[in-house]
């Protein structure tokens, strides 16, 4: 009998956590914009993930990377991972204009391009609704991000100084680099007009800077390529080039690197040297001029450095959490 | 008298150095392709540079890399430069499809897209037949090309091993690594755009690609990124799309690799470590395959070494010739 009950406790236990995982959403109603404008009921995907100590200490937020949702963090959380959700609560929120969350693709009163050009403290600004209102956290032990996550991790320890006790921008930018510039320039200008032609363009982009061309050339044969390029082109699951250009803009947008005198966090800033989208000396520089932490991995995965060396980086993380 | 002789001499000579370094063309006739079609009176440009000696034993040849003339060569060309003029006679030759030689930008028989697809193999062809039936040099001290030179270089002593003594190719390749081979994709799909958005992608990912991002960081602000974008995207000059796209595909056409087995010629490889364009692999297989020597050039200027690099390149291929 003890057992059964042991048995059900159990079974309601998995039910609860495995539901906690699951999408949810909250409603923060209209979001003023920066620079002008409001996102009109305005959604806030996301996804719990652990369990909320006693005295709320535990907290950690874990926003999504460009074009990333929070089904896609999954991986990067639990015993041995990223960020461990045995001693965490793990918040993972989807960033705005991913398609979960508010975005073109899925708002009814601004469709498309009519949803507002807005920047990634606008995007800090949902998730600190998010929390403060709805889920009733005033504090937080920390902020973590990978790529757009590191770049809103940056915009979260100046908006918020005292929201977070430590934070982890990893592989992100407190404000792109020209090269970076660059990059997301010509993406824009890529994801314009024909969407065959986008899609083929944008998934060339990524797999020419995503790593670096000697893990590329290893990975790859000349027929694999072609090959590629053909799926991607004819792949219309989930491209939706108007979340992407918003999300484009707000990264390009970030601009908070004067602004490290107001960080109050520890600090740990990760950066991968051969980065060829987040190209590491910003990162590096606002690192520096905090007296942060800073690890550079140093392998030839650029961007994708975060799984190459994930064992390192989850090490690194962890012992920084404790 | 004799001084005012001397004088008259020597004005002469510099008139007739002078015209020499003037575009010239020779008409070939039909030239049949490696995989079928025909280039209807196919014109070859070139420029030649110093003095023809009198057993004709100091003859180098020069092609053109992917969009550059035989103009654009002029500047590695001279005492002190990449090929001394002062000792050898070289021989500039334009790349069909380069806007000079035959192009669809200029056949007025075969306009546009209508010039048909042709490979690498036709463009030493071309050069083979400028250079024994017009100019009557049925053999040549060096070989030495940069880039799409160097691919060129590489057909040349596999098409014609006995016709060179020495071969000099410089960040070229003998086939392209997967790497690249994405890289022109995507470029043929952008050029596939209009005009406007075609010419700024077309500089993008000339920019992206032509040096690495630290680099690219060090010489560019990001005010700078978005000015250089706009001037492409206006700049009609010199940019033909079709003449671009013919030269791609004749460099993702070739594939000499496999036929080291062939090369007679003494050969001086060199690669740049970082070029993300031609990426050194194939390269440098190619120079172990038949122990030629092997230079790498180091720094973090990618496919640019070969300027950035100059000095050491210069004397490099300078000993080698000697």
Same mark, same amino acid.
């Given at each position: 009998m003890k057992r059964s009950i042991s048995v059900i406790c159990g079974l309601l236990l998995l039910t609860v956590v495995?539901?906690?995982?699951?999408?949810?959403? +909250?409603?923060?109603?209209? =979001?003023?914009?920066?620079?002008?404008?409001?996102?009109?009921?305005?959604?806030?995907?996301?996804?719990?993930?652990?369990? =909320?100590?006693?005295d709320r200490s535990n907290v950690v937020v874990f926003p999504t990377w460009a074009g990333g949702t929070t089904e896609q963090l999954k991986g990067s959380i639990g015993p041995g991972k990223l960020i461990d959700s045995t001693s965490h609560f793990v918040v993972a929120i989807d960033a705005l204009s991913n398609g979960v969350s508010s975005s073109p693709s899925n708002s009814r009163l601004q469709p498309r391009l009519r949803f507002p050009i807005f920047s990634l403290r606008d995007t800090v600004e949902s998730q600190h609704e998010l929390l403060t209102r709805v889920l009733k956290i005033d504090h937080v032990k920390a902020v973590v991000g990978?790529?757009?996550?590191?770049?809103?991790?940056?915009?979260?320890?100046?908006?918020?100084?005292?929201?977070?006790?430590? +934070?982890?921008?990893?592989?992100?930018?407190?404000? =792109?680099?020209?090269?970076?510039?660059?990059?997301?320039?010509?993406?824009?200008? +890529?994801?314009k007009r024909d969407p065959n032609s986008a899609r083929a363009l944008d998934f060339a982009f990524g797999e020419l800077l995503l790593t670096t061309p000697t893990d590329y050339n290893r990975r790859k044969t000349r027929e694999e390529v072609f090959a590629d390029l053909e799926k991607a082109r004819n792949?219309?699951?989930?491209?939706?080039?108007?979340?992407?250009?918003?999300?484009?803009?707000?990264?390009?947008? =970030?601009?908070?690197?004067?602004?490290?005198? +107001?960080?109050k966090a520890k600090v740990l800033v990760v950066v991968a040297r051969f980065d060829h989208v987040v190209t590491p000396g910003p990162a590096t520089e606002f690192a520096k001029l905090i007296g942060a932490k800073l690890i550079e991995l140093e392998g030839d995965c650029g961007h994708l450095a975060t799984s190459c060396e994930s064992r390192n980086l989850n090490e690194a993380v962890t012992d920084f959490l404790k």
């Open positions: 495995a539901h906690a995982q699951e999408q949810q959403f +909250a409603n923060i109603g209209d =979001l003023k914009l920066q620079h002008g404008g409001v996102i009109r009921n305005c959604r806030v995907g996301y996804r719990t993930f652990g369990t =909320l100590n006693r990978i790529s757009m996550g590191g770049m809103q991790t940056f915009q979260w320890i100046v908006s918020y100084p005292n929201f977070m006790d430590k +934070a982890v921008p990893i592989v992100g930018s407190p404000r =792109l680099a020209p090269y970076d510039l660059l990059l997301w320039s010509a993406q824009l200008e +890529a994801l792949d219309t699951k989930r491209f939706n080039a108007n979340d992407k250009i918003r999300q484009m803009q707000a990264m390009m947008s =970030l601009d908070v690197a004067r602004d490290f005198g +107001a960080v």
